[in-house]
């Protein structure tokens, strides 16, 4: 093995780079339950890299990349190893980049507000930085103890607050990156396009190495409202929670759990019994009682799935649970709650007061460190979180969760909801299908359980018309699905790495799939129409704004583009940024569009499917709405569309420019994404 840390620190003096063994180790996965199995098995450290380096400014990141590109090293960003999907999985050969020596903030500006921030913060002192100086990012992962800024940008994040604040792509005013060349380039978030920003976000590490982000801020919220509101089922729930956003609410937390989850989150959080329980054990399972019983249960739990799912369960567990938390001023966080209150009580919602709502943020990081006791147990846990328009969430939850529940035990929530649709959010438990422990042997058997697990539950989610990842990105779990969402979009997203990064050194293996010589059948073109339960339109892109107008306002609806439509395609006004349409930042919950079929300069076809919101890589919208012809051209967009009667909701102020000039390093960028296209 080539002492990579020596050749490091002789390229690089004064960096400091380590190849001892306990970094290696260290360094050699992320959070990805997967690789627990490993670890559970014997096998800690299977993707151990070759050296670790910390460089603490842009210049040192990039004089880091370009020693590994003139070397030919592979480099994978590490920010602070949370990822959920096996992002971060090196090789012997490979240099491990740790971010979080960047770790200040370059600048607080009250007045736009708006911060900026390198990529190694981590989540918590960021905010109470930001808290001390009186505002909020809104970005609450939960996570947010062990992850950090560059993490959040690079898989596409979503916090607990998502309702009032928006995904992390909601955020981004700016980003430092370097790219796979070791240039330094800030791109800019532009209202008008062209905007390299979103392709960036969600690229996990595979397109450039974020340094830092400009963020903008809200004020921090001087109040909060607190309700609950039980329903029959979960269904009823999820249409309460449709009704919220779609009448303009925006709590900054909603979520709705089903029964069985509910009846948990009604229990709190983490009891101190869970924290003393069981502790690691040095063999592959525990043999302790609860240990046995739990792999037991979880070896069968098609019925117990069954069971817990049909009507009498529902009512015997007390339903489903909608919790929201409004937050603002004193005013608006108390108006929000008791406009939410007489909304979901037409709709059969059981008040259940303030108290699972304050018991839930008492506990909303508590609940995501309960894994490693299942772990030691000798069976495993992991969460999926997809989303869809309304019309098909019915279809996504039945769907996904009887692919799931043939293999594992499985409950359910609804967090970060949207106007036009909501993410599903799945926790399960699962332990070795006995049909493959004896041949297998228990570890393999569970490792092979999980995969089905996973291979079935994604495939339902793609069937059913979601998208497979809302905040946790692709990472190499979900890569090998990926064509069954973005078809071409695969080699799009695979020109668009070969743009930023012509070597090829950035984080390769992650997020794609191994190169296929097969090519996907070509999608079918999206169905023209109104989708009434999400407020979205398909709109063919000839059609005059004026005319689609005319269609909307027989329904009801509007695309509210002000009085003066501009007499313009759909098709060209989009490609021009969607001149004088309401900035994006005054509802970041809200979407100007969902998705959109185009067809790409030489005449391939890219279909991206509508949703509220998704972390599958970067966001190829932008390779069309602001950016002229100068890749292709839309066909056909997927519009929100609005309520004529409908008051759209209004975010603090901000000032600062959206539609700034393009930089000649943008243009650079531009250029080569044209030639790699
Ligand atoms: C208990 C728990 C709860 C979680 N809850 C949430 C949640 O509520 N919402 C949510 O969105 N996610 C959640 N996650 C997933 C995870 O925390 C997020 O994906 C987070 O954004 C990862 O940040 P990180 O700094 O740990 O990144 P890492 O895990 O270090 O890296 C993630 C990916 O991004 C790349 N990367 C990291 N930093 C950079 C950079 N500066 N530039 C370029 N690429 C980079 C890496 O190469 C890797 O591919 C949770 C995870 C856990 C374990």
Request: proline share 7%; with cysteine.
């Amino acid at each position: 093995m080539a002492d990579l840390a020596g050749e490091l620190s002789r390229a690089l003096p004064g960096m400091r780079a380590s190849s001892g063994e306990a970094d290696r180790v260290a360094y050699s996965r992320d959070l990805w339950p997967r690789h627990h199995l490993d670890v559970r098995a014997g096998r800690p450290a299977e993707h151990r890299p070759g050296a670790i380096v910390w460089p603490s400014s842009t210049d040192e990141v990039a004089h880091v990349v370009r020693w590994a590109r003139e070397r030919g090293v592979p480099i994978v960003p590490f920010g602070a190893g949370s990822g959920v999907c096996g992002g971060i999985a090196p090789r012997e050969d490979v240099v491990v980049v740790d971010l979080k020596r960047l770790d200040r903030i370059r600048r607080l500006d009250p007045a736009a507000p708006l911060v900026e921030v390198e990529a190694g913060f981590m989540g918590v002192p960021f905010e109470q930085a930001l808290g001390g100086a009186g505002f909020t990012l809104g970005h609450f992962p939960s996570s947010i103890l062990c992850s950090t800024v560059g993490g959040w940008v690079a898989a596409r994040s979503a916090g607990q607050c998502s309702g009032a604040y928006g995904k992390i792509e909601d955020m981004v005013a700016s980003l430092e990156c370097v790219t796979g060349t070791g240039e330094v380039v800030r791109l800019r978030r532009r209202q008008s396009g062209p905007d390299l920003v979103p392709l960036v976000v969600g690229s996990e590490g595979t397109m450039a190495i974020v340094t830092s982000a400009e963020l903008r801020l809200h004020p921090a919220p001087a109040c909060r409202g607190f309700g609950a509101w039980s329903f029959p089922t979960t269904p009823d729930g999820w249409e309460a929670m449709r009704a919220l956003f779609q009448a303009g609410l925006r709590p900054a937390v909603a979520r709705l759990y089903d029964p069985f989850d509910a009846m948990l989150a009604k229990q709190g959080g983490v009891k101190k019994e869970d924290a003393k329980r069981s502790r690691p054990t040095t063999g592959a399972r525990s043999r302790s009682f609860g240990g046995v019983a739990l792999r037991a249960v979880l070896r069968r739990p098609g019925a117990l799935n069954e069971l817990l799912h049909s009507r009498v369960a529902a009512r015997a567990l007390g339903g489903a649970m909608l919790v929201v938390i409004f937050e603002g001023t004193d005013e608006g966080a108390q108006q929000g709650l008791d406009e939410a209150r007489t909304l979901c009580e037409s709709m059969g919602g059981i008040w259940e007061g303030e108290a699972p709502a304050r018991r839930w943020l008492a506990h909303r990081y508590s609940v995501s460190y309960r894994q490693a006791p299942v772990f030691a147990d000798g069976a495993f846990v992991d969460t999926m979180e997809v989303a869809a328009r309304w019309s098909r969430l019915g279809d996504l939850y039945e769907g996904v969760r009887r692919a799931l529940g043939e293999h594992v035990f499985v409950m359910a929530h609804f967090s970060h909801a949207y106007p036009d649709g909501c993410c599903i959010y799945f926790s399960f438990a699962g332990s070795a299908d006995p049909g493959l422990v004896r041949e297998l042997g228990w570890d393999a058997a569970c490792a092979a359980t999980y995969d089905r697990t996973w291979k079935a539950a994604l495939a339902a989610a793609v069937e059913s018309g979601g998208t497979l990842a809302h905040h946790h990105g692709v990472g190499r779990s979900k890569a090998p699905r990926l064509r069954a969402e973005l078809g071409h979009g695969v080699d799009v997203v695979r020109s668009l790495m070969h743009a930023f990064d012509p070597a090829g050194i950035l984080n390769p293996g992650n997020l794609l799939p191994p190169p296929s010589s097969d090519s996907p059948p070509p999608p079918s073109p999206s169905p023209l129409g109104l989708d009434r339960d999400s407020l979205l339109a398909c709109i063919d892109a000839t059609t005059e704004l004026p005319a689609a107008e005319r269609q909307l306002h027989d329904a009801g609806l509007t695309l509210d583009l002000g009085a003066s439509l501009p007499s313009l395609s759909l098709g060209d006004w989009l490609a021009r940024g969607a001149p004088g349409a309401r900035d994006r930042w005054l509802d970041p919950a809200d979407q100007l569009l969902a998705g959109l079929d185009a067809t790409l300069s030489d005449g391939r076809p890219l279909v991206i499917h509508p949703a509220p919101r998704r972390a599958v890589g970067p966001d190829l919208t932008a390779l069309f709405v602001g950016a002229g012809d100068r890749f292709g051209r839309i066909d056909r967009a997927w519009m929100r569309v609005h309520r004529r009667d409908a008051t759209r909701p209004t975010a603090p102020a901000f000032q600062l420019d959206r539609d700034p000039p393009v930089s000649d390093a943008e243009r650079g960028l531009l250029d080569a994404i044209t030639r790699a296209l």
